[in-house]
């Protein structure tokens, strides 16, 4: 079965600084990766998704499959930044089609 | 945001009284989902639907029913409320298409059993 990890379940950071959010996952097909945030009180929504590559609100994530991660990274963190974000992972066949899995997330809290 | 909406979005309820939790999204999408978020746990996913009809558990069924009627519509039911199902429930739907299988959220449930 596929596995997401985040090790870190708090991360401070100073506004400016920059920050890296920690993905790793067992899967040993192709899988499709997506981080997720939650501000305060609201529902999660999509960040990124590994396959459109694009770079969102500043973040960016790059797949490597040696090392099998997904690390979210900003060179300058904001304070509006702070917010819990979740790494997911999707099969795209066999018993699990169509859904998620995912870490157990990772409270970012941005200091001014 | 409005295509997938849930409620209530609050709901006190007692041990052993049964609740339901709505969901409604009006975008068709085949695929729905149920999860609960727990401090610790991250998001785990209850039961699935992939079509109308058509439900699986996920890794944490026990305690609850669901339901598929129609499409847009995944209802979700505690039979017998109790404290450990304390927690924020959320809905959510996929078109589960070629591509991607971006989810999309409903706003939440905060549920309390006493």
């Known amino acids: 079965a596929q596995r997401v990890t985040q090790p870190e379940k708090l991360l401070s950071v100073f506004k400016g600084a920059p920050v890296e959010l920690k993905c790793n996952y067992s899967?040993?097909?192709?899988?499709?990766l997506f981080w997720y945030v939650q501000y305060s009180r609201q529902r999660l929504q999509l960040l990124l998704r590994?396959?459109s590559r694009e770079s969102i609100k500043g973040f960016t994530a790059d797949l490597n499959k040696g090392e099998t991660s997904f690390h979210l990274k900003k060179p300058f963190a904001q304070e509006e930044d702070s917010a819990m974000y979740y790494c997911?992972?999707?099969?795209?066949?066999?018993?699990?089609?169509?859904?998620?899995?995912f870490g157990q997330g990772t409270i970012l809290t941005v200091h001014p | 945001d409005a295509g997938i909406t849930q409620s209530p979005r609050y709901k006190i309820t007692e041990t052993g009284r049964q609740v339901t939790l709505m969901c409604h999204q009006t975008?068709?999408?085949?695929?729905m989902f149920w999860y609960r978020q727990d401090l610790g746990h991250g998001l785990r996913l209850i039961y699935y639907?992939?079509?109308?009809?058509?439900?699986d558990k996920g890794e944490v069924p026990d305690g609850y029913v669901v339901s598929r009627s129609k499409t847009e519509n995944f209802p979700l039911t505690l039979e017998s409320a109790t404290r450990s199902q304390t927690s924020v429930y959320f809905c959510a739907s996929s078109d589960g298409g070629q591509g991607s299988h971006e989810q999309y959220f409903g706003p939440g449930t905060r549920l309390t059993v006493t």
């Open positions: 997911a992972l999707s099969v795209l066949g066999g018993t699990s089609y169509g859904k998620l899995t």
């Open positions: 590994h396959i």
């Open positions: 899967y040993s097909g192709s899988p499709e």
């Open positions: 975008w068709s999408h085949s695929y």
């Open positions: 639907s992939a079509a109308a009809d058509i439900t």
